[in-house]
Nanobody
Framework: QVQLVESGGGLVQPGGPLRLSCAAS????????MGWYRQAPGKQRELVAQ???????KYADSVKGRFTISRDLPKNTVYLQMTSLKPEDTAVYYC???????????WGQGIQVTVSS
């Protein structure tokens, strides 16, 4: 039973940093692509960043150079380190796990990130 639990969200001033964590249970990272998505009010959910089992990463153009996705294998945790935050980064952020062999998709509950002065 895969479970994803996000933490680390909250209110941050423009330009500031914030790190989101996704604790993943029953995850063998070599079988999953891990990702972070976000959804702002009135907008569709979009992919922000992802990391493959081999450690390859990709990012949305809007966050390249500012966000970094990483993994801590012993802790079964995926992180999204966000820097130089902008008001337009405000959204609910979701952790996602995709099983590459059986095409199973899992989602966390979502966590609010608000960038405002």
């Amino acid at each position: 039973q895969v479970q994803l639990v996000e933490s680390g969200g909250g209110l941050v001033q423009p330009g500031g940093p914030l790190r989101l964590s996704c604790a993943a249970s029953e995850i063998i990272f070599k079988l999953y692509i891990m990702g972070w998505y976000r959804q702002a009010p009135g907008k569709q959910r979009e992919l922000v960043a992802q990391i493959t089992s081999g450690g390859d990463t990709k990012y949305a153009d809007s966050v390249k150079g500012r966000f970094t996705i990483s993994r801590d294998l012993p802790k079964n945790t995926v992180y999204l380190q966000m820097t130089s935050l902008k008001p337009e980064d405000t959204a609910v952020y979701y952790c996602n796990a995709f099983h590459v062999l059986v095409s199973e998709n899992y989602w966390g509950q979502g966590i609010q990130v608000t960038v405002s002065s």
